[in-house]
């Protein structure tokens, strides 16, 4: 199929393609990589009147540290120049981990990091990611700016806080703490498929080994990237014994998700996934963490 008709534009400055949307509002789309809007407008599940193409807009393409030791990346950044940036590698392990997981090569080298989070795929990685790294959004509209925690960002399935005249323009990550360790975990029917389940973790410990801080968001397990607030009450401040890990992957299984049923998977086999993945990737972060000296 083909997309319906639209009027296209391509701005060349975060100012113009502000004022597109502005003009336009909810008849607007904005295309950045176009890995998932391009395919949806082919088959006629969204028909935008309005397209506004980010891709000449060389402003919004980079990734740069900040003065804490995190990094900025602008809306535009290639998956793939997130992939092989030895900032990232660097900065943000957890990141430069997961982008090798997202869908093939191809897409990698047109899709976009900003992109892929303002679609709000429950499924995609970087969604939970985002969420698990605790990063942060810069909003922008014609009448200034504002920033969003990334846990606040994700309100439904494909739908975010984001105005119609608004654009995200920069995600904000920072780095962990000493004695941090992380791990993403996740099953896919075909090697770079959507995951059926996945799984990402952060955990730091104190001087004395124990579980200081702990962070696990789940993806594909819900409308919304999956926080496991329950499961991860159970180790702060104690020591990550295989009897607390696999503890707290239970309840993340069974209280802190909320999996539904579709061709690919039952609700209770995502569950049972969640469960496996939740232990193997708390046992992988809490080892780097040791390992973090």
């Given at each position: 199929?083909k997309p319906?008709?639209?009027?296209?534009?391509?701005?060349t400055t975060?100012?113009e393609?502000?004022?597109l949307l502005?003009?336009?509002g909810?008849?607007?789309?904005?295309?950045?990589g176009?890995q998932?809007?391009?395919?949806?407008m082919?088959?006629?599940?969204?028909?935008?009147?309005?397209?506004?193409?980010?891709?000449?807009?060389?402003e919004?393409?980079?990734?740069c540290?900040?003065?804490?030791?995190?990094?900025?990346?602008?809306?535009m950044?290639?998956?793939?120049h997130v992939?092989i940036?030895?900032?990232?590698?660097?900065r943000i392990p957890?990141?430069?981990?997961?982008?090798?997981?997202?869908?093939?090569?191809?897409?990698r080298?047109?899709g976009?990091?900003?992109?892929?989070?303002?679609?709000a795929d429950?499924?995609?990685?970087?969604?939970?990611?985002?969420?698990a790294?605790?990063?942060?959004?810069?909003?922008?509209?014609?009448?200034?700016e504002?920033?969003v925690?990334?846990?606040?960002f994700?309100v439904g399935?494909?739908?975010?806080?984001?105005e119609p005249?608004e654009?995200l323009?920069?995600?904000?990550?920072?780095?962990?703490p000493?004695r941090?360790?992380?791990s993403l975990?996740?099953?896919?029917?075909?090697?770079h498929?959507?995951?059926?389940?996945?799984v990402?973790a952060?955990?730091?410990?104190?001087m004395?080994?124990?579980?200081?801080?702990?962070?696990?968001?789940?993806?594909?397990?819900?409308?919304?990237?999956?926080?496991?607030?329950?499961?991860v009450?159970?180790?702060?401040?104690?020591?990550?014994?295989l009897?607390?890990?696999?503890?707290?992957a239970?309840?993340?299984?069974s209280e802190d998700?909320?999996?539904?049923n579709?061709?690919?998977?039952?609700?209770?086999?995502?569950r049972?996934?969640?469960?496996?993945?939740?232990?193997?990737?708390?046992?992988?972060a809490?080892?780097r963490?040791?390992?973090?000296?």
């Amino acid at each position: 199929m083909k997309p319906a008709p639209f009027e296209y534009y391509a701005p060349t400055t975060v100012e113009e393609a502000l004022s597109l949307l502005a003009e336009h509002g909810y008849d607007a789309k904005v295309l950045a990589g176009g890995q998932s809007l391009i395919p949806m407008m082919n088959f006629r599940l969204v028909q935008p009147s309005v397209l506004v193409d980010l891709n000449n807009i060389p402003e919004l393409s980079y990734i740069c540290p900040d003065e804490n030791g995190g990094l900025r990346l602008g809306a535009m950044t290639r998956h793939h120049h997130v992939e092989i940036d030895p900032m990232v590698a660097e900065r943000i392990p957890l990141l430069h981990e997961t982008m090798p997981k997202i869908a093939y090569s191809q897409i990698r080298s047109r899709g976009t990091f900003g992109g892929s989070v303002s679609h709000a795929d429950p499924s995609a990685e970087l969604v939970s990611v985002s969420v698990a790294l605790s990063g942060r959004f810069r909003l922008q509209s014609q009448k200034g700016e504002r920033w969003v925690p990334a846990d606040e960002f994700f309100v439904g399935l494909f739908t975010t806080v984001l105005e119609p005249n608004e654009l995200l323009v920069e995600a904000a990550l920072p780095s962990l703490p000493m004695r941090s360790g992380w791990s993403l975990m996740e099953v896919a029917r075909r090697s770079h498929d959507f995951a059926l389940v996945g799984v990402a973790a952060i955990v730091s410990l104190d001087m004395n080994g124990l579980c200081e801080q702990a962070r696990m968001v789940f993806l594909s397990a819900g409308e919304v990237p999956m926080v496991a607030h329950k499961a991860v009450e159970l180790l702060q401040g104690q020591a990550p014994t295989l009897e607390a890990i696999k503890a707290s992957a239970e309840i993340a299984a069974s209280e802190d998700i909320d999996p539904g049923n579709d061709i690919h998977a039952t609700a209770e086999f995502r569950r049972h996934l969640a469960n496996v993945l939740a232990r193997r990737a708390l046992e992988q972060a809490f080892k780097r963490a040791a390992d973090d000296k």
